[in-house]
């Protein structure tokens, strides 16, 4: 069965485009041009991923994308943005957007984060290797069955693709993994475009996992490499 994507947009000519390419590529489609026909389509039609512009009329994309995390909606959401600013890609990200991409975009680099987005939820995650379902270091406790992660405790409140990167990184710490690592493994595609989108949810995850994010202790970076887990 054909995967359906909703594209919105407020210029015709983009989501005529994008209608176009995803169309070729045996997606369905179904479109709207506001913020509230946006989250009404959303709610009705149940689409497998959804392209949200940021600038729309009567709703932006940011109140769309948190209205539908609010329901409980969990439909992957890809943020298109003509804006360069790195608070408005960490807020997208922290109400709950899974991926950003910025205008003027490649049609090569859209399909391949449609798809990646897709086949993420789409494919279930594999077993754990390890028999130990919790992993201990430092304060921090990972439960590996539950998905969640502990602080002292208290549980931090991760999306998945946050619990997703401490568990590939804390799997094995002190190894140095590349954005382009990230992106494959975490992200789940080959890198396209913007390496920045790792940066940004690097820097959103550290104000949730780290006591002061200025001076973290687990997510380190290494300057002209990628980051690591420190034990």
Same mark, same amino acid.
Request: one cysteine or more; a negative charge; charged letters at 35%.
């Given at each position: 069965? =054909?995967?359906?994507?909703?594209?919105?947009?407020?210029?015709? *000519?983009?989501?005529?485009?994008?209608?176009?390419?995803? +169309?070729?590529?045996?997606?369905?489609?179904?479109? =709207? $041009?506001?913020?509230?026909? *946006?989250?009404?389509?959303?709610?009705? %039609?149940?689409?497998?991923?959804?392209?949200?512009? &940021?600038?729309?009329?009567?709703? !932006?994309?940011?109140?769309?994308?948190?209205?539908? /995390?609010?329901?409980?909606?969990?439909?992957?959401?890809?943020?298109?943005?003509?804006?360069? !600013?790195?608070?408005?890609?960490?807020?997208?990200?922290e109400i709950g957007a899974d991926d950003y &991409? %910025?205008?003027?975009?490649?049609?090569?680099?859209?399909?391949?984060? #449609?798809?990646?987005?897709?086949? /993420?939820?789409? #494919?279930? *995650?594999?077993?754990?290797?390890?028999?130990?379902? #919790?992993?201990?270091?430092?304060?921090?406790?990972?439960?590996?069955? /539950?998905?969640?992660?502990?602080?002292?405790?208290?549980?931090?409140?991760?999306?998945?693709?946050?619990?997703?990167?401490?568990?590939?990184?804390? =799997?094995?710490?002190?190894k140095v993994f590349t954005r382009e690592e990230?992106?494959?493994?975490?992200? +789940?595609?080959? $890198? $396209?475009?913007?390496?920045?989108?790792?940066?940004?949810?690097?820097?959103?995850?550290?104000?949730?996992?780290?006591?002061?994010?200025?001076?973290?202790?687990?997510?380190?970076? /290494?300057?002209? =490499?990628? $980051?690591?887990?420190?034990?």
């Open positions: 069965m =054909a995967k359906k994507v909703l594209i919105v947009d407020d210029e015709k *000519a983009i989501v005529d485009i994008l209608k176009y390419n995803l +169309q070729k590529n045996e997606f369905e489609t179904a479109e =709207a $041009y506001d913020g509230a026909e *946006a989250l009404r389509l959303a709610r009705e %039609t149940d689409p497998d991923i959804i392209l949200l512009d &940021i600038m729309l009329p009567y709703m !932006d994309g940011f109140e769309v994308c948190k209205a539908l /995390r609010d329901d409980g909606n969990n439909v992957p959401i890809i943020m298109l943005t003509a804006r360069e !600013d790195e608070t408005d890609k960490v807020f997208g990200l &991409i %910025t205008k003027p975009f490649s049609i090569r680099e859209l399909m391949a984060r #449609v798809r990646a987005n897709i086949r /993420r939820v789409a #494919v279930p *995650a594999p077993a754990e290797e390890k028999t130990d379902s #919790v992993i201990h270091i430092k304060d921090l406790t990972i439960d590996t069955d /539950r998905h969640s992660v502990f602080r002292d405790g208290k549980e931090i409140d991760l999306t998945e693709r946050e619990y997703n990167i401490i568990h590939l990184m804390a =799997a094995e710490p002190g990230l992106m494959r493994e975490v992200w +789940q595609y080959d $890198y $396209y475009g913007d390496l920045r989108t790792v940066d940004v949810a690097m820097r959103r995850f550290r104000e949730k996992l780290e006591k002061n994010p200025a001076e973290p202790e687990y997510i380190i970076t /290494r300057r002209g =490499a990628g $980051y690591y887990f420190s034990d």
